[in-house]
């Protein structure tokens, strides 16, 4: 049974740019959660989604948006990069409300 | 806000027992305590959870005081592998989980 996958591993953007990274859930659930890291920081709650729509966000600007499709996939999308931006950005699926799975991670790295 | 407080560091010598401590003096009735734990350069890794009780599974066990205000993650035999961060949080349900910063745990040879 895979578990929750991310892609790309790492990717290297410029200032202003637009980046989309993405998450495949772990078999079976529905619910999928994305995060911040910073170096040194613990990982901060971005958005959640269920069924399809935003269920949750944490403080995060309008740049920072995301969809869900109907297999459970998940997309964040940042735009208007700010080198703040540069960070491990993790996934995480659960089923509603139980324990959440988190993957491997993105490194985003804003020059 | 951080709604829980940990040590920032602990060290453990392999084959005994971690005892990793949390203080969570404002939680609420109906909060669950939740432990995960990141190894270097992993997303991070669910342990184990509580709301009043003690509880075990095959990775640790979680002591919750009577009050609530505390709790402990025990790994009863750590190993090298178990050498991570380890953070305690407290909310509702396993959405939209709060990470402070953890107590980062290195298990001595």
């Known amino acids: 049974d895979a578990g929750v996958t991310q892609s790309p591993t790492h990717l290297i953007k410029t200032r202003g740019q637009q980046v989309t990274l993405r998450c495949s859930p772990k078999?079976?659930?529905?619910?999928v959660s994305w995060y911040q890291q910073a170096l040194g920081q613990g990982p901060q709650f971005i958005f959640q989604?269920?069924?399809?729509?935003?269920?949750q966000r944490g403080n995060f600007p309008d740049r920072f948006s995301g969809h869900q499709f109907p297999n459970y996939s998940s997309e964040l999308n940042v735009n208007a990069l700010l080198l703040g931006d540069s960070a491990l950005y993790l996934c995480?699926?659960?089923?509603?409300?139980?324990?959440?799975?988190f993957g491997p991670g993105t490194r985003l790295t804003v020059t | 806000d951080a709604k829980t407080t940990q040590p920032p560091s602990m060290d453990c010598a392999e084959g005994r027992a971690a005892n990793l401590p949390c203080n969570h003096s404002?939680?609420?009735?109906?909060?669950?305590v939740y432990w995960y734990r990141q190894i270097h350069s992993q997303g991070p890794q669910y342990i184990i959870h509580?709301?009043?009780n003690n509880e075990t599974n095959e990775m640790a066990s979680l002591i919750i005081t009577e009050d609530r205000k505390s709790s402990t993650l025990i790994l009863p035999h750590a190993t090298l592998r178990d050498t991570a961060v380890y953070y305690c949080?407290?909310?509702?349900?396993?959405?939209?989980?709060?990470f402070g910063t953890g107590t980062r745990l290195t298990v001595i040879p």
């Open positions: 949080i407290v909310g509702l349900g396993a959405n939209n989980l709060f």
């Open positions: 078999s079976g659930h529905d619910t």
């Open positions: 989604y269920y069924e399809e729509e935003e269920r």
């Open positions: 404002t939680i609420s009735g109906n909060e669950y």
């Open positions: 995480a699926s659960s089923l509603w409300f139980d324990e959440q799975y």
């Open positions: 509580g709301l009043k």
